[in-house]
């Protein structure tokens, strides 16, 4: 394909147009659209963050819900086959030609079929002509050029069989059929993308190659590019790799859209698996709106849906909190669907009391039905909802171009505007103004109808259909509940820690600046202009797993997710929502190898909050007595995923085996027990409140308001000595030169799932070893590309093969692992190919264009991790106790640069040539009840 010219520089910005407020929301007027003659639609738009990347998206206007039953899966069966082979790219060319300027697979380059589109990603980490050429050349042939080879097909029919086995999960399974269940005979509920077995085992290059053509059409086909490029020249490519595909015969017709029978009243399902979290869910189904309606009484219709979801949202979550009737509750609406649209309340119960979380889900709603909101609840719910507004408007400046490339697509696809976020903002306050709760009374009144109630239970002996239709009776014969009365809304007790603290010194450092306040609280800050108006926040402190007995550590990590709703030493974690709303304040505390770390990404505009949050969560945290059953339900619901996910039994068993002292793997469930709010303070109040801290925050923030905000939170509190509290019993896994005998273990997954799974050992690591962490991570990859040509492409028998290179700081020894699932009948040969395949690396070592293939995506990710806030704030939290982590963010890529190919082929021998320890996961049998 000829290369175009480079157009001039675009235009400034344009301010968005002041919209009628009747018609359709204004395109933003950034965005340059058009169509070409022969009916393709496409829009484009300039960004320049990240600096020189361009994100392209392909989409063609179908998806499994246009499938005849005798063509389930083959939209998603062609999006495969357009990665296998096409006219100018042979089989392995493209991954290999992507490969070389730095596009890796899976992360900047893939694809996705879902119900109603086909969409194609590209994500270039710089705009050249020559990678724009590469991109548009595939882009093209996606669109005429697939190669439907027999041998290839075959192959591929594998590899999605084993897809198909992947995604399959005991979740999955549930919604399915709750989904048929309530959307009976609606296509959107029996099409699943991924199709039937029985047409993917029987579909061959001829029906592939009418589905292709049928669809694969200019006048089914959207196209978005968001980069750094001139718009016009963006067009330009489109023009000139597009303009000459022509579309044959008429339009291909589409399915019928259906729409749920309004007349169908009460029902219910009971579904019992104890592999299933309880889960109460009741549901109203409608037809589902116009796709592209865009005007002001739909726009209102929205707004006023999702205003009182939230209200009743927020009453479930107090209820559930103050009353303890379940563990938690929510209300929620989903329009996806274009044949139906749901409006639902769902709980988990407590341990045996579904007719209790029944009655409460019933009872709130009875209420807000009969009186609608308070004006406080809806103010509230108005905050909310604007708040979220003012974030995208805050953001838009320096939104990703991989995020605006998919917004724009999705929007060519709906047919709906893209619209500046300002204007957004401006369309939902007209939608809401003059509101009142008699309003949102209607819009109840209007939303919870068509089909249902329709109740489904699931889980561990749920009620019977006959018990859950009799409870929904009886409840509705119940006496109306008392109205609703608004709790004083409470003032947030943290807002003043005292005297701000005083800076004792700064030091720059080569990348960020360091802070030591009086009190000893240290502030790494770096100033960027990567994202407007966002930081990420990372508080560092304690020893981590060192200080914790490993008998405990599987408690400590699940402790750790429910620091937050134990609430602080003067409100309950509800209180601190109510006074704090409608600031989003939540944050992250995970326990590493060697520290705790707390973690927030907030707005800059409310980062005096969030520190305010964080500060009061390490210096006065509640550690408040939590209802039992919510504790229960976070211990069951950790082993449930545990046992079902055959990767992760896998992984564990390496620890249990070789490790059984360290704490790594999780203990038997009849072992660990309960887990009390007496645990969560016995575990984490000393290292939050006692440990020296280190702040780090990066993002859209001078200096000044950085050490300003923080003198005033963290700065203002009491000195902490640093005090010893690393434990002597800590185990760490250390391998045995001699791999055992193959592990042979079982799941509680889905009964087609198998995992093989290789270990290697590599090394101890630290700071002095951070080029062999560099050759293993180039090894990992080499590995997996290996394993993908082998097992998955010659074979297709596994769907995405995984190795990883774990290499732990002064912890547990680095791991070379591979992970392939598969099916249970092929897991033997599965093992002994992978086997072959590490086996012939090592012996002959990679080659210069496997090393290369490895060598450039890893470098353009590196590039890419410069420039997001995340990245350094990982990277430099705790580099005063640690300052290798901030060197390592500029170290890495200049020694991945530098490794050479003997160096790769020495490690490939000396780690690979010992056999791995093997692990084999199968199907167990079903656990009872």
């Known amino acids: ?234 067009e330009t490519w489109i023009r000139t790799a597009f303009s000459t595909w022509t579309a044959e015969g008429p339009p291909p017709v589409r399915a019928v859209r259906g729409a749920p029978d309004v007349r169908r009243g009460l029902d219910a399902m009971s579904l019992e698996d104890a592999r299933l979290d309880d889960r109460l869910r009741i549901c109203r189904l409608q037809p589902a709106e116009p796709l592209d309606r865009d005007d002001a009484e739909h726009r209102r219709r929205v707004a006023l849906r999702n205003l009182w979801l939230d209200i009743l949202d927020q009453r479930l979550l107090t209820r559930a909190d103050r009353d303890g009737e379940m563990v938690d509750g929510m209300a929620w609406t989903e329009a996806e669907d274009r044949d139906l649209r749901r409006v639902c309340l769902q709980a988990a119960p407590n341990p045996g009391g579904w007719e209790p979380a029944l009655i409460a889900l019933q009872s709130e709603l009875r209420r807000l039905r009969r009186d609608g909101p308070t004006e406080a609840e809806m103010e509230a719910a108005l905050e909310r909802a604007r708040a979220d507004l003012r974030g995208g408007v805050s953001t838009v400046e320096t939104q990703p171009t991989t995020d605006l490339a998919d917004e724009i697509v999705q929007s060519l696809l709906d047919r709906t505007p893209f619209a500046d976020p300002r204007v957004l903002m401006s369309a939902y306050g007209r939608a809401v103004e003059d509101l009142t709760p008699a309003d949102l009374r209607e819009a109840i009144a209007r939303d919870w109808a068509g089909a249902g109630p329709l109740i489904d239970a699931l889980g561990t002996a749920p009620p019977s259909r006959t018990a859950l239709l009799a409870a929904w009776t009886a409840a509705e014969a119940e006496a109306e509940p008392p109205a609703y009365v608004d709790p ?166 390496v620890y249990q085996v070789f490790a059984p002292d360290s704490g790594q793997a999780p203990p038997p469930r009849e072992t660990l027990g309960t887990l009390s709010s007496a645990d969560i303070d016995r575990l984490l109040r000393a290292p939050l409140t006692t440990s020296p801290m280190e702040v780090t925050i990066v993002g859209d923030l001078d200096e000044k308001t950085a050490i300003d905000l923080v003198a005033r939170t963290f700065g203002a509190l009491p000195p902490r000595k640093p005090a010893n509290r690393q434990r002597t019993d800590i185990a760490f896994l250390a391998l045995p030169d001699q791999a055992p005998a193959p592990l042979r273990l079982s799941h509680q997954g889905p009964a087609d799932k198998a995992m093989v799974s290789l270990t290697w050992p590599l090394f101890r690591a630290g700071p002095k070893t951070r080029r062999e962490e560099v050759v293993a991570e180039l090894l990992a990859d080499i590995l997996t590309d290996a394993l993908t040509r082998e097992v998955r492409d ?108 003997e160096e790769v082929r020495a490690a490939a021998a000396r780690w690979l040539s010992p056999q791995p320890i093997q692990v084999v996961v199968t199907p167990g049998p079903k656990e009872a009840p």
């Open 794 to 901: 010659r074979q297709g028998r596994t769907y995405t093969p995984n190795v990883t290179a774990l290499t732990p700081d002064e912890a547990d020894q680095g791991l070379l692992q591979a992970q392939i699932e598969t099916y249970p009948a092929d897991a033997e040969r599965v093992r002994l190919d992978a086997l072959r395949v590490a086996a012939d690396l090592a012996r002959t070592g990679p080659s210069a264009a496997q090393l290369e293939a490895a060598r450039k995506p890893a470098l353009s990710g590196y590039a890419a991790a410069l420039q997001t806030n995340t990245a350094w704030a990982d990277r430099m939290a705790g580099s005063t106790r640690f300052p290798h982590r901030a060197e390592d963010l500029r170290l890495l890529p200049r020694l991945t640069a530098e490794v050479g190919l």
């Open 1 to 234: 394909m000829a290369s175009p010219a480079v157009a001039a520089p675009a235009a400034a910005a344009e301010a968005p147009a002041a919209p009628d407020w009747v018609g359709r929301t204004p395109t933003d007027p950034n965005l340059r659209t058009g169509v070409l003659p022969n009916g393709l639609r496409y829009a484009v738009m300039r960004s320049a963050t990240p600096k020189g990347a361009v994100s392209i998206r392909f989409a063609i206007d179908v998806g499994s819900y246009e499938e005849t039953e005798a063509e389930r899966g083959l939209a998603h069966f062609v999006e495969h086959m357009a990665f296998r082979a096409t006219t100018h790219f042979p089989e392995g060319r493209l991954e290999q030609q992507l490969a070389e300027i730095g596009v890796g697979a899976g992360r900047d380059h893939n694809a996705f079929t879902g119900l109603y589109s086909t969409l194609y990603v590209i994500d270039l980490p710089d705009g050249g002509r020559d990678h724009l050429d590469l991109a548009f050349r595939w882009l093209r042939d996606v669109a005429e050029g697939v190669v439907f080879d027999p041998v290839a097909v075959d192959h591929e029919r594998g590899v999605i069989l084993a897809e198909k086995e992947a995604r399959g999960s005991n979740d999955q399974t549930a919604e399915d059929r709750i989904g048929a269940f309530q959307a009976q005979g609606l296509r959107s509920q029996a099409r699943a993308p991924i199709g039937l077995e029985s047409v993917l085992r029987s579909a061959g290059p001829q029906e592939l190659r009418r589905f292709h053509a049928r669809w694969y059409r200019p006048d089914t086909a959207v196209i978005a590019i968001a980069g750094d490029l001139p718009t016009e020249a963006m």
């Open 488 to 653: 004083p809304r409470p003032k947030w007790a943290y807002a003043d820690f005292g005297e701000p603290g005083r800076v004792a010194r700064r030091e720059a450092q080569p990348d960020f600046v360091r802070i030591t306040f009086r009190n000893g609280v240290v502030l790494n800050v770096k100033s960027t202009s990567f994202a407007k108006e966002t930081a990420e926040v990372r508080v560092v402190l304690g020893d981590g797993r060192l200080e914790i007995a490993p008998a405990d550590l599987y408690r400590a990590r699940l402790a750790a997710s429910l620091l937050r709703t134990g609430g602080l030493g003067r409100q309950s974690w509800r209180e601190t929502d109510m006074a704090l709303a409608p600031i989003d304040w939540d944050f992250n505390l995970w326990i590493g190898d060697r520290a705790f770390t707390l973690a927030a990404a907030p707005m800059t505009s409310n980062l005096l909050l969030q520190l305010q949050v964080l500060a009061a969560y390490v210096s006065d945290p509640g550690f408040r007595p939590q209802p039992a059953a919510r504790l229960k339900s976070v211990v069951d619901q950790s082993y449930r995923d545990l046992g079902a996910d055959p990767g992760v039994v896998a992984a564990s068993a």
